[in-house]
């Protein structure tokens, strides 16, 4: 099956410490991004690319960093810069052409302990 | 100004009443818009899009929204709630089309009474 994969569900990170989430998708989309969804907000975007070896930042990337080395991962680093990182973080991809539809991830839980 | 509004952060319906979710847009972007549903810690799925073909538009799931520009609305409907109807709906529209993220609405979590 076509589709997006996070990993993991859930994730507890000590404050201090980076952490990495995962980002796969075998649908062949150029483009991928990552969102942050806080209780009683829509979601807002940390980092977007729209190619590999490309990626650009989006509303709140301070204290997170990507990279974009396969078109199938994107790949999120919370580094301990962020000052409030306990959210949901969502990844989507679309294929990149004119007003596509984007399709995510089922999301991973981030708790700062 | 905020780019997309949905009024109404909880909205109670009962089973088989009619349901409305409310979401206006600023007119300065460009009307490409979307709704989306999430359920309980899942990802979110596109209910249905407008860019600019038909103003109305239907969607998966029984729903459809109407684009009104002299009012800037894309509010989303459906004749008949149903239990399974219950998540959380979220606006969104696309400001930049030359980077084609989506800017959210804070979302309406649709409740529905039996």
């Known amino acids: 099956d076509g589709g997006i994969t996070q990993s993991p569900k859930y994730l507890f990170r000590k404050e201090g410490q980076n952490v990495t989430l995962s980002c796969e998708q075998n649908?062949?989309?150029?483009?991928m991004y990552w969102y942050r969804q806080d209780p009683g907000q829509g979601l807002r975007l940390i980092y977007y690319s729209q190619i590999v070896n490309d990626f650009q930042k989006g509303d709140i990337a301070e204290g997170y960093s990507v990279s974009r080395e396969k078109k199938e991962s994107f790949p999120l680093t919370v580094t301990s810069a962020q000052k409030n990182p306990t959210a949901f973080y969502l990844c989507?991809?679309?294929?990149?052409?004119?007003?596509?539809?984007?399709?995510f991830g089922p999301g991973t839980r981030l708790t700062v302990l | 100004a905020q780019s997309v509004t949905q009024l109404g952060s909880h909205v109670s319906v009962s089973e088989g009443a009619l349901v409305l979710l409310r979401c206006n847009y600023s007119s300065s972007v460009p009307p490409y818009l979307f709704w989306y549903v999430q359920y309980p810690n899942q990802g979110l799925q596109l209910l249905l899009k407008?860019?600019?073909?038909?103003?109305l538009v239907k969607g998966i799931n029984g729903f459809e929204a109407e684009f009104k520009k002299s009012e800037t609305s894309f509010h989303l409907t459906k004749p008949s709630a149903h239990m399974s109807d219950a998540a959380e709906y979220f606006c969104?529209?696309?400001?930049?089309?030359?980077?084609?993220?989506?800017?959210f609405g804070s979302g309406t979590r649709l409740q529905v009474q039996p």
């Open positions: 989507a991809s679309s294929m990149g052409q004119g007003i596509d539809t984007q399709y």
């Open positions: 969104a529209v696309i400001m930049d089309t030359g980077r084609r993220a989506l800017t």
């Open positions: 649908l062949n989309h150029d483009a």
């Open positions: 407008y860019t600019s073909a038909a103003t």
